[in-house]
């Protein structure tokens, strides 16, 4: 008879703990959502990427769920999750920053400052961004070094301040880009004090209104230009 009450005891005590676990997760429902520094992802794309269901609770759901399930997509950098009681829950998103474009093959993807994949761009955007040319799965090394000639570009704030900047994807030593239409041998490393001798040289190609079929920076301390030597009008 011990035995009996005993069990019974136990399996009477699993029920009522099994019972207020389920109360306590039914507890506090989620009815509100707050995103907080999203500026590509909408709301309505955020909240799918989470899939909560309607019986999903502040206390049962945890961050590292939330964080999971936002981090596949590949524009979210890191978040931060806040549960305000008793209601609400709040999430702070870093989102990756758009540092080049990449046409491959003719699709034209935006890339962040190491080369993923962000996005495809359909119907012929305009491009807002350096664009790097080629297929990075076949020139890997050379993608990378178009990347960091992308990010010298950058920081030098040539970007922002060209009509049109491409990179073309080879092998490092043949890396060649095109700014505004002039044709830029450029070759690897060095890639600021390459674009600083350019633009010293700038004002003066402009000046003497020099056509160029291109100009070579590859050389240490000089810059080799290219003229063309018969224009058709």
Do not use: C
């Not at 709040?90 to 962040?112: K, Q, R, T, W, Y």
């Not at 993923?116 to 990075?136: A, M, Q």
């Not at 080879?170 to 239409?181: F, V, Y």
């Amino acid at each position: 008879m011990k035995i009996t009450a005993s069990t019974l005891l136990i399996s009477a005590l699993a029920i009522a703990i099994y019972v207020s676990l389920l109360t306590i997760k039914a507890a506090f429902p989620i009815k509100r959502l707050v995103f907080i520094g999203n500026k590509h992802l909408t709301a309505d794309e955020l909240r799918t990427l989470i899939n909560l269901h309607g019986n999903d609770s502040l206390i049962a759901l945890t961050g590292n769920d939330v964080s999971h399930r936002l981090l596949k997509s590949p524009w979210i950098r890191s978040v931060n999750v806040r549960k305000q009681f008793p209601e609400t829950l709040s999430l702070s998103i870093n989102e990756v920053v758009p540092f080049a474009l990449l046409d491959m093959n003719g699709h034209l993807f935006i890339i962040d400052e190491k080369g993923k994949l962000l996005e495809e761009l359909k119907n012929n955007p305009i491009p807002f961004l350096p664009v790097i040319t080629g297929n990075p799965f076949k020139e890997k090394e050379g993608f990378s070094e178009a990347i960091n000639l992308a990010k010298t570009m950058n920081d030098m704030g040539l970007a922002s301040e060209r009509d049109q900047i491409e990179i073309v994807i080879s092998k490092p030593q043949e890396l060649t880009a095109i700014i505004d239409g002039v044709v830029l041998k450029i070759g690897s490393g060095e890639y600021r004090a390459k674009l600083e001798r350019l633009l010293d040289l700038e004002e003066e190609i402009k000046r003497k209104n020099i056509p160029i079929d291109y100009i070579d920076l590859r050389f240490a301390n000089r810059v080799v230009l290219k003229p063309i030597k018969e224009v058709i009008n």
